[in-house]
Structure formats: structure tokens, C-alpha cells
T-cell receptor, first 115, second 109 residues
Framework: DADVTQTPRNRITKTGKRIMLECSQT?????MYWYRQDPGLGLRLIYY???????NKGEISDGYSVSRQAQAKFSLSLESAIPNQTALYFC??????????????FGPGTRLTVL | QQPVQSPQAVILREGEDAVINCSSS?????VHWYRQKHGEAPVFLMI?????EQKGHEKISASFNEKKQQSSLYLTASQLSYSGTYFC??????????FGAGTTVTVRA
């Protein structure tokens, strides 16, 4: 089945380390997103990309960077991790051309802990 | 700006009804609704577009008041499988979603 996958699923790291979270999709969707989820705050948009050459900041992009290596791959990097970046991170995809409604399909999530 | 959801939590018995509300301060193109089960990813339920079009779940209904920038999700004759956290996502003309903080629904037998 066409899917959205994220690696790693769990990661524990130390303050100051650089880490990368990866997202791949086989849906053929153009649009990809990175969200973080914190208890009581819902999902907040970090970065989004509407095609390979398009990268945009979301609500909370400070401390994060992204790379859209191909239509199917969208990576999120924390250049120097800090404890308040401990959260559950979701990648999502959407595609107006195929679905007409911009509904988003989420990956399984990456649980990141920064010590 | 995040939309405001209410209530924060609701507990139901099977067969009971509930309404979840979502309110935004900005002009909206559409409202999405997602449900997240514990330990899982959010899953799309419904979308309501400006102008009245909607696409969604066969057993869950929703409304969208464009003038008030408000949407409501109606859980009717609830089932155990309805348990989870419900998020509304509001979309402006920039195609970005802003999610509410969520409403946790617990359905008991």
C-alpha cells in the first residue's frame, strides 16, 4: 500500500547533538509537512514543502531546518538539540491534484527525547 | 493562529451523542477534522469547504458556519471505536493547516 514512513521511530539524544528525522512516502504526493505534537498543544507546523524546490517555514521553525531531497523524501534536522524539543514529530503528505481536498496523511511519528 | 476547540474532554456511554466545537479568528477556506487513537497517527475524518461542499466519514457529521468561522463535529449514537482525540484543522487560502489543541473523547460500555 502507498504509505508514509518515518525513521527512526524513537530517538534519545543529548543536548547539543545534531540529529535528522527522515520521512519517505510512496503516495506520489507533492506536498509534505513536518509537525510536532506536545501534550495539550495539538499539532504545530514546523516546515512545509509544496514541491521539491519549495520550502516554507511554519509556526515554529526556529531551531529546525529541512531538506526536500526528492518528491518522496523530506528530512527534518535539529542542528543543536535542546530539551524543549522533546516531542512527538509527525510527517504528513497531501496532494490537491489526486484528492482535490488537501486532506493530510500522517506517518507513524518519531518520538524524540533530548536529555 | 491556532483555532480554539471545546470541550477539552468528554466522557460518553455507548449510544450517547456529543458535539465538539472549533472556532477560528481568521477567514477560512476549509475545516478539517482528524481523530488520533492513543499511540497512533492522526487520521483524516472530514473536510468542510467554504461554499458547503464536504467529504467525510459515513457515520460522523459536521457543520461549518462560514460567517462565524466555526465548525462543529457531531458524534451520534457513539460507539466504543469513537474513543480518541479529535483535532480540527483550519485552512486559509495559503493551504496550511492550523490545528486546535484537541478534544479527548472516551466512550464507555
Amino acid at each position: 500500500d502507498a504509505d508514509v514512513t518515518q525513521t527512526p521511530r524513537n530517538r534519545i539524544t543529548k543536548t547539543g547533538k545534531r540529529i535528522m528525522l527522515e520521512c519517505s512516502q510512496t503516495k506520489g504526493h507533492d506536498r509534505m509537512y513536518w509537525y510536532r505534537q506536545d501534550p495539550g498543544l495539538g499539532l504545530r507546523l514546523i516546515y512545509y514543502s509544496f514541491d521539491v524546490k519549495d520550502i516554507n517555514k511554519g509556526e515554529i521553525s526556529d531551531g529546525y531546518s529541512v531538506s526536500r531531497q526528492a518528491q518522496a523524501k523530506f528530512s527534518l534536522s535539529l542542528e543543536s538539540a535542546i530539551p524543549n524539543q522533546t516531542a512527538l514529530y509527525f510527517c504528513a503528505t497531501s496532494d490537491l491534484a489526486s484528492t482535490s481536498y488537501n486532506e493530510q496523511f500522517f506517518g507513524p511519528g518519531t518520538r524524540l527525547t533530548v536529555l | 493562529q491556532q483555532p480554539v476547540q471545546s470541550p477539552q474532554a468528554v466522557i460518553l456511554r455507548e449510544g450517547e451523542d456529543a458535539v465538539i466545537n472549533c472556532s477560528s479568528s481568521k477567514a477560512l477556506y476549509s475545516v478539517h477534522w482528524y481523530r488520533q487513537k492513543h499511540g497512533e497517527a492522526p487520521v483524516f475524518l472530514m473536510i468542510l469547504l467554504k461554499g458547503g461542499e464536504q467529504k467525510g466519514h459515513e457515520k460522523i457529521s459536521a457543520s461549518f458556519n462560514e460567517k462565524k468561522q466555526q465548525s462543529s463535529l457531531y458524534l451520534t449514537a457513539s460507539q466504543l471505536s469513537y474513543s480518541g482525540t479529535y483535532f480540527c484543522g483550519t485552512e486559509g487560502d495559503d493551504y496550511k493547516l492550523s490545528f486546535g489543541a484537541g478534544t479527548t473523547v472516551t466512550v464507555r460500555a
